[in-house]
Antibody, heavy 120, light 109 residues
Framework: EVQLVESGGVVVQPGGSLRLSCAAS????????MHWVRQAPGKGLEWVSLISWDGGSTYYADSVKGRFTISRDNSKNSLYLQMNSLRAEDTALYYC?????????????WGQGTLVTVSS | SYELTQPPSVSVSPGQTARITCSGD??????PYWYQQKSGQAPVLVIY???KRPSGIPERFSGSSSGTMATLTISGAQVEDEADYYCYSTDSSGNHRGVFGGGTKLTVL
């Protein structure tokens, strides 16, 4: 059974930094691209970032480009999101998600999310 | 930037057919995916690659596309199908960025 378990969400001040983690199990992690998706309270889903199966290619939404960095450690079956220069509008539930293939095609499985709150 | 457009809400009575549309310029080149999100829960994939249904998803869920529009159809909608539905695709310009539609609240009553 596929499992994606996010962690690292906390309350952080504007301008601060945070690193989210996602532990994957139940599938061959390095066979798939991985995503981060977020959902602000009461709002819709927003795609944040994508990393290819080997970490060689990364992509970002314009809203986070230059501030967030996605990475993965295939030896640990783990996905990460380093978040810097956080803003109030980054407040959201952050989901780790698995793609259908190695590069990027579509999201097929989601974790339960970890909550990031940016507030002073 | 690339966008997918969905109606904010759709309402049907139990047993009726619900259709949720998603329009976007890249849809003729990139498969749409559809997700169901019930209140307080993570999204669940209900249709992938335009019209394929994952195991465990009821047969009443189906997907289709024509040109720049994709449609999620729920034939004989049930009360338990009440949820938010999102379409998803990737930018066709080659940058692999994902994009979600704004979501459609389906009410079944």
């Amino acid at each position: 059974e596929v499992q994606l378990v996010e962690s690292g969400g906390v309350v952080v001040q504007p301008g601060g930094s945070l690193r989210l983690s996602c532990a994957a199990s139940g599938f061959t992690f390095d066979d798939y691209a991985m995503h981060w998706v977020r959902q602000a309270p009461g709002k819709g889903l927003e795609w944040v970032s994508l990393i290819s199966w080997d970490g060689g290619s990364t992509y970002y939404a314009d809203s986070v480009k230059g501030r967030f960095t996605i990475s993965r450690d295939n030896s640990k079956n783990s996905l990460y999101l380093q978040m810097n220069s956080l803003r109030a509008e980054d407040t959201a539930l952050y989901y780790c998600a698995k793609d259908i293939e190695k590069a990027a095609a579509g999201i097929v499985y989601w974790g339960q999310g970890t909550l990031v709150t940016v507030s002073s | 930037s690339y966008e997918l457009t969905q109606p904010p809400s759709v309402s049907v009575s139990p047993g009726q057919t619900a259709r949720i549309t998603c329009s976007g310029d890249a849809l003729p080149k990139k498969y749409p995916y559809w997700y169901q999100q019930k209140s307080g829960q993570a999204p669940v994939l209900v249709i992938y690659e335009d019209s394929k249904r994952p195991s465990g998803i009821p047969e009443r869920f189906s997907g289709s596309s024509s040109g720049t529009m994709a449609t999620l159809t729920i034939s004989g909608a049930q009360v338990e199908d009440e949820a938010d539905y999102y379409c998803y695709s990737t930018d066709s310009s080659g940058n692999h960025r994902g994009v979600f539609g704004g979501g459609t609240k389906l009410t079944v009553l």
